[in-house]
């Protein structure tokens, strides 16, 4: 009888263990649930803030690019009322720096946004590479282009201008920048240097007056779209595409903004704009060859990126628009990730800085081209690195082009 009370008395003692031992690993249980719990809100939270912040830096770089288009119509104005070498050298000023915001903005592409859905104004505002005879005379066919054809293009207007735009190939562009760009510039003829036009195209050359009429249709066209899509990212509208954009689940925002990263970085930067002109060695494949400012094309649209990635934009005027990140998000999740997106950021933009200028230079003289070569692979790089990225937030990218 005293074993049999001994014996009951150590299962009750055992019994009260293993239950204290029971409450004790539940309530651990419920101690490490909660905060897995509130660091899920708290990622959710933060992914908000970088999508919210990201509408604010486009918002903000569409309408730098919108002032300054609209400068460079003002200068454009001016030096066709009254064309001179001072006018003509403010055009062309003018038109440099109206591309320094822009090319900030081409990380906004290639998700189906504004820009260059089925009917955004992308190919109206940026295409290239152009054929000039599309547009005015060139060396050895001085009755070239829409501008010299009166019989059928008696009246010059942003209508016909838009309506001729890239039609019959993909090369008679008769819109946007470059249009512009080659009415200000000319045809680069020079080995080293941009092209000649001179002033006097527009005072007392064959059809100077519809030279000018052009430039102006096609400024009007340039400001026009640009407005659009400043009108599109407005905070102040209720019901346009930053709001649905807003509005949508986050995960698809923040793949959105990965794709236009990825894209820009390792197919179209790395491989359209750099290493199809490397490639061929040839100027006609650069992006601003009439100007000889591809090589500011490239750094903006790299700087771009790091834009986007950093959640920082320097509005032209010196402010700062900033805030959540990209990369808040990857360092929460991954340092190890965060430590090489980081580098390779920095780096893709350093190298396209190295770049020799001109860049009609850079891809053919044999000193100068390995850095152009260099500059590719750091852009392809990041661009599998901003896959990774992607993929350590849950979502999917395709680095290549749209077709």
């Known amino acids: 009888m005293k074993y049999s009370l001994r014996l009951l008395s150590i299962l009750l003692l055992l019994g009260a263990f293993l239950t204290a031992c029971s409450s004790t690993t539940a309530d651990t249980e419920v101690e490490t649930e909660q905060p897995a719990a509130e660091s899920t809100a708290e990622l959710e939270a933060l992914k908000a803030e970088v999508v919210a912040n990201y509408a604010d830096m486009v918002y903000a770089n569409y309408v730098d690019a919108y002032e300054t288009a609209v400068t460079l119509q003002t200068a454009l104005q001016t030096f066709v009322a009254n064309p001179s070498e001072e006018t003509h050298q403010a055009a062309k000023d003018a038109w440099l ?18 820009i260059d859905d089925a009917d955004g104004p992308e190919g109206l505002i940026n295409a290239w590479p152009l054929d000039e ?9 001085p009755e070239a282009g829409i501008i010299n054809n009166v019989a059928e293009y008696p009246e010059i207007n942003a209508e016909l201008l838009a309506s001729l735009n890239e039609v019959g190939a993909e090369e ?36 100077a007056e519809r030279r000018g009429q052009y ?55 790395a491989g359209e704009r750099i290493f199809v002109a490397y490639d061929n060695q040839d100027q ?14 490239i750094i903006t649209n790299a700087q771009g990126i790091l834009n986007m990635y950093s959640g920082s934009y320097t509005r032209v005027d010196g402010t700062v628009v900033s805030g959540a990140s990209l990369a808040d998000l990857v360092a929460e999740l991954d340092a190890d990730l965060a430590a090489e997106m980081d580098s390779l950021a920095e780096t893709a933009v350093a190298s396209t ?51």
């Open 215 to 269: 430039l102006l249709a096609a400024a009007d066209l340039l400001v026009g779209h640009l407005g659009d899509l400043v009108a599109a990212w407005d905070p102040n509208v209720s019901d346009n595409y930053r709001a649905e954009f807003l509005a949508q689940p986050v995960d698809e925002a923040i793949q959105k903004m990965l794709t236009g990263m990825g894209v820009l970085s390792k197919s179209e930067l």
């Open 172 to 207: 008679n562009i008769s819109t946007g920048y470059h249009a512009i760009e080659f009415l200000l510039w000319g045809q680069d003829l020079s080995a080293d240097g941009n092209g000649d036009r001179s002033y006097t195209d527009y005072t007392d050359a064959a059809n």
């Open 353 to 403: 800085q190295t770049i020799h200028v001109p860049f009609d230079q850079a891809i053919v003289v044999a000193e100068h081209r390995p850095v152009v070569l260099e500059s590719v692979n750091a852009l392809q790089d990041q661009g599998d690195k901003l896959a990774e990225v992607a993929s350590l937030l849950g979502v999917a990218i395709n680095t290549s082009l749209p077709e």
């Open 97 to 114: 720096a109206a591309r320094e915001p822009y090319g900030q903005t081409e990380v906004y592409r290639f998700y189906g946004g504004p």
């Open 284 to 297: 006609e494949d650069e992006h601003s060859c009439f100007s000889d400012n591809t090589h500011r094309d």
């Open 133 to 141: 005879a599309y547009v005015d005379y060139v060396e050895g066919a």
